[in-house]
């Protein structure tokens, strides 16, 4: 399974981190099997966080000329 976070992040958070936040904000725990998506702020970097079997991985894309579009939350 693949979860969006819909809010930014702190993009100085490591993977262990941002793990706990996926933990805590959307009650999905990476370490599970599960890959989380992360925004910054200014929606032009992304990390994913997700457990290969061994330990955590993540994975930081830059973006330069693209925007990530997040989903409206009431």
Known sequence: MIYVATQ???FRKGA???A???KEMLGH???????????AKRADRVKIVV???SGL???HLLQLQLRVLAPVTS
């Open 57 to 59: 991985v993540i994975l």
């Open 20 to 22: 706990l936040l996926a």
């Open 51 to 53: 457990w290969d079997g």
């Open 29 to 39: 725990d990476p370490m599970k099997g599960v890959a989380v998506v992360f925004r």
């Open 16 to 18: 262990e981190g941002l």
């Open 8 to 10: 930014p992040v702190d």
